[in-house]
């Protein structure tokens, strides 16, 4: 045969009639490129088995609208004269092949052609896809882990919520004045009051209540003078188990403003301790107290707008979230605990003792006196109930 009647000047005089470039054969073939090359430039022995090269040339023909027996018999002579590649004897499709032969080749070349599409383009938009639908579940997956750990650290409740649910914070009724390390707080409670307090709010007077009659006559109530006004108004409707005078006398002092300053320089810390969700908890209007145990143990004894006084010995590692219209806050070894107040970093005030009272806001504390939560026989009091219920002062 000569060389003008081979499949590759065949193909390429077809190509260049219909005016298409060897690049678009390929991208409507899906044939690579080189295999096109070799096949127009006659090099078989270049391409894979026959089997293969006999589907490129049907997808060639048909992209190019060339007789396909034509161009089979001109691959099959192509190969016979070609010494380097095998001969094959093949005989005419339709005109010398039987019918199951033939049907078995047109399978075989349509697997073929699928095959090389599939590999060629679908293949690799799918693991494509497969992979970024990896990463992302893998971003929501640990999105979601995150997010899951930071809810565990806060229930949605305003007036307290206690982070960690297995943490050994102890319970509010246990009895905090017969453990060993909590009669150091009681002391320390004391020498808050004598020693710093008084030196906060520059010897201010003492706030004391009004002497009361043990047993008050109901006939003679008319004829008793009114008390003094005091900050604490409300206390006079209290309601408390004990009798009048049955609790020892205690000195009151008014409750300092500046108990705390607002650290402007702790964008790292907060990085590394308040998390998303307890930042997102504040609103305007409610304050939000955030404290973490991160060196030491800190006993803690609180009250969120006027509820159950609470006291806890707030464990290394822990953490303890408090929201509420007014938050008050008594703390032992204070400087063991970061507090976050309306999601920043606060400074306490320096004491001595290592014992602290704080309200918030802190412009309330004009309507409070120190010590905030007197103890007698292992109960807390408020303030104002202890105040209304105690001995007079002593002559």
Partial sequence: MEENNSIGLLLKNAREARDLTLEDVAQKTKININILRALENNDLQDLPNIAYVRGFVKSYSKVVKLDQNQAMDSLNATYQINKKAPVVQTQKIELNSSEEEKRQEEIQESLISIVQSFFNKNIMIGLGVLLILIVVVNALVNWFADLNFERKEIT?????????????????????????????????????????????????????????????????????????????????????????????????????????TINKNAEDIKKELLPQSIKIAYREGIESVYLVADSGDTWISYQTDGGDIKRYVLKQGRKLYLSGEEVLLFLGNYRATKIFYNNELIEVNPTNSGVRSLIFPPEAAKDHVLPLFPVYQGKSYSAKEYRAKMQPKPN
């Fill in 156 to 260: 949605e409740n305003k007036t307290e919520n206690i982070v960690e649910p297995q943490s050994v914070l102890k319970e509010a009724n246990e009895n905090l004045l017969e453990m060993a390390a909590a009669k150091k707080f009681a002391q320390e409670l004391a020498d808050e009051v004598k020693e710093n307090e008084t030196a906060e709010v520059e010897k201010a007077p003492p706030v004391v209540a009004k002497k009361e009659k043990t047993e008050p006559r109901p006939e003679k109530k008319k004829e008793e003078p009114k008390p003094e006004p005091k900050p604490e108004s409300a206390e006079n409707t209290i309601q408390v188990t004990r009798e009048i005078g049955s609790l020892p006398y205690e000195q009151f002092y008014p409750a300092p403003s500046n108990m705390f």
